[in-house]
């Protein structure tokens, strides 16, 4: 088991930045993926960065690419995502996950098999 808890969400006018955190333990070694997700009222969860913890390699969608970076301390088992010109779009509740499948997708929600209970980022006009 993996578990995962994440931290630093908040309100923050757009153009601001926000950092995530989450906190990652339990059997570690099991994270063959990790990313972060959202999910906006109305709206299915979406992927917004990813990176497998052997590679060095990082993943966004587009609609942050540029403005967001995912990142990965190993010696602190923490997963990290630095959001920076915000925009009122970026509202939703920022999920932590990781995939312990090898055939997993780092887009895909479904091949997550864990997760963090979310921390709100609200970004305002």
């Known amino acids: 088991q993996v578990q995962l808890v994440e931290s630093g969400g908040g309100s923050v006018q757009a153009g601001g930045s926000l950092r995530l955190s989450c906190a990652v333990s339990g059997d570690t070694n099991r994270a063959y993926c990790m990313g972060w997700f959202r999910q906006a009222p109305g709206k299915e969860r979406e992927a917004v960065a990813g990176?497998?913890?052997?590679?060095?390699?990082?993943y966004y969608a587009d609609s942050v690419k540029g403005r967001f970076t995912i990142s990965l301390d190993k010696a602190k088992n923490m997963l990290y995502l630095e959001m920076n010109s915000l925009k009122p779009e970026d509202t939703a509740m920022y999920y932590c996950?990781?995939?312990?499948?090898?055939?997993?997708?780092?887009?895909?929600?479904?091949?997550?098999?864990?997760w963090g209970q979310g921390t709100q980022v609200t970004v305002s006009s």
């Open positions: 990176l497998f913890p052997g590679g060095i390699h990082t």
């Open positions: 996950a990781a995939a312990d499948d090898r055939g997993v997708a780092w887009y895909m929600a479904a091949d997550f098999a864990y």
